[in-house]
C-alpha cells in the first residue's frame, strides 16, 4: 500500500481549513495508507493561540492581553473542541521548516500540498517551502490538489518562485479557474481545476459524521462569517430571520452591537462536530464562506451567499453548481435571491460529476508512473 502524506493548514482553528483536511485524508485512506505532516507554520499558528497579545506592540500588545484574557475561557473551550476532532486524524510527529528543508520529513510515495490558501503568502508569513513542496530529494512524487492563493493576484506576487517550483511537480490541480489560466500560462502543462476535497466526500459520508442530536431545538438560521462580515450581510441575517420567525446560529465571540436583532446563539465555543450539526439541522444558510457554501450544496441545505475577501473561489464552484443566483451583492438581490429554487437534483448531478471528475484526476496522478 503507497503511503501518503498531506500538507495543509489542519492546525487552524478554522471549520473549513480542518473539514477538508479531514475530507481528503478519509478520501485518500480508502486507497492509501496516509497520514498529515504535522508541519508549524508559525504564522498559521498564532493566529489560534489562546493569547495573541504579543503579536502587536505597545498600547495594541496591552490591549490585546485584556482581551485575551476576557475570551480566555471561550477560546479555551474553543481550541478543545477542535482538538477533539482533530485526535480522529491520523497525524505525523511535529516538523519544523528547518527539519524539513534539511532533509527531517517522513518517507512516502507522494506529498499532496493543498486545499485551502496554502500558496498565499500573505497568511503563510512570505512563502513557505514546505507548503510549495520546495524540498526533497525527487525520493517522492509532488502533487497539488486544489491549491489555492486565495485569489490569482497573489499569486501573481510571486510568480517566477511558484513558476520554478511548479515545473518540478509531477501532478498540478488548483481551485479556482484564474489561478488554473494564470499557472497555465507560465508554461505549466497540464495544469487541472478540481473540486475542493470537501466535495470527495458524498452526502451519506458527511451524515455519518454529524453528531444524531440536534444542537438547537427550534427552527433557526445558520450565519456563518468569515473575517469582517459586512452589513449587507447583517442586513440579509435579520431579514430572512424576521420574515421565516428563525433563531440565528452564529459563530462569532460575541453578537457585538446586538447587529443580530433576533434571538440568537453564539456558538463560538463549538467544534467541528457541532458545525456540521448546526449546519445540517438549520432551515437556511447565510454565509460569506467558501466552505460555508460547499458544505450547503453537499448537505442541501437552502442558502444565500454574501461573498467577502478572496470571492473568486466561490464565483467558481457557485458557477460549476449552478447556484451563482444565490449570491447577493447588493440590498436589491437580496429578495430576489431568496425567491429563486434550488434544483437538487440538478446540483446534485453537478456535485457528482465533479467529484467523479476530480477523484479520478488525483488517483491518476499517484498511481501515474514518474
Known sequence: MKKIYTITFHKANNYGAILQAYALQRFLSKKYDTKILNYDNRAISNCYKRFTFYNNTGAK???????????LRKTSKRTHSFNRFRSELKISDCYTLSAVKSGEYPQ????????DQVWNHTITGGVDDVYSLNFGRGDFKKISYAASSGNADVYLEKKEYFKNILKTYDAVSVRERSLEDTISRQGIKGVKLVADPTILLTLDEWKSVIPGKRIVAGKYLFAYSVGNATELYYEAVNSIARERNLEVVFFDKWNKGGKIRAKNHSMYCAGPYEFLNLLYNSEIVVTTSFHGTALSAILNKEMIIIPSTYSERITTLTGILGLSGKIVADGKKLEEACKR??????????????????????????EAKR
Request: glycine letters at 8%; hydrophobic letters at 50%; a neutral charge.
Open 341 to 366: 429554487a434550488i434544483d437538487w437534483g440538478a446540483v446534485n448531478d453537478k456535485l457528482e460529476k465533479e467529484r467523479n471528475k476530480s477523484s479520478k484526476w488525483l488517483i491518476g496522478a499517484i
Open 108 to 115: 512516502a510515495d507522494a506529498y499532496i500540498v493543498g486545499s
Open 61 to 71: 500588545m496591552a490591549l490585546g492581553l485584556v482581551k485575551d484574557l476576557i475570551n
